[in-house]
């Protein structure tokens, strides 16, 4: 075969080596962006899916509140001794004890001891003879497991901040109180006067506590509960930063006196700023 054959049967052959490689190499990185795109958009709709899930739960919690829902089955007594409530398990059925009432719930979010991030939902009691006065009900957790919800936020969602605002100063927290307004109680145990308005109350000194450390959250909830602003007129702001994408979640919990709304703004940063 002389020279010019070879170079025909060359030029019929189809793609060089060199040729093959660049259309590989462009073919791996389209496929690449491709891949990169849709990971995004995944991330994206995980984080839409987390945060608004949380902001769900939370207004979940607050309906319950609002509608009187105690969570758990068994029963519990309260117990006033001087100052101090003692809140135990009951051996009765639940609603036999007239010495409590359910006053609400807390929820505890913090950044810290717990990957993924847990949550807990804890539930409030009081004192039922209380003039209506929540220094005289002296609200507590119940400490038992059927009345607590422990979770974790999902698709690695994490909360930055969550603070309160009163007169343009802020405060950092990591607990929110949802709390039932409370009526006066005769000696008889029965509702004479007042009414039940949901109010909300940021829990002082709250934002460096474990998660994990239920008993350091008990004891703080019921120290500082009586000392929480009622209704502060900013609300309650929790950042939750995304996981997996440049984005963060503002909820908004009961702002400019307009209830206990849960308003959500989604940012694209990972501070809520």
Known sequence: MNDDNLSQCRSMGGFTIIETLIVLAVTGAMLLVAILAFMGQSAKVEFNTSIRDIQSIIQTT????GSGYYPS???I??????TNLSITEGQAEQGSNTDCIFMGKVMQFGAIATDPQQYNILTLAGYKDNNGDITQAKP????IPSATTNAILRNGLKVVSMSYTVGGVSDDIGAVAFVNGLGSYGGDSQLISGSQQLSLLPVPDSGKIPNTDKQAVIEAVSDQLVNAPINPNGGVKICFASGGTKQSGLITIGSGGRGLSVNLEIKSTLDCT
């Open 62 to 65: 607050i309906n319950e509140v």
């Open 73 to 75: 089955g068994d029963d």
């Open 77 to 82: 007594r309260c117990e006033l001794g001087g």
């Open 140 to 143: 507590q957790i119940v400490d």
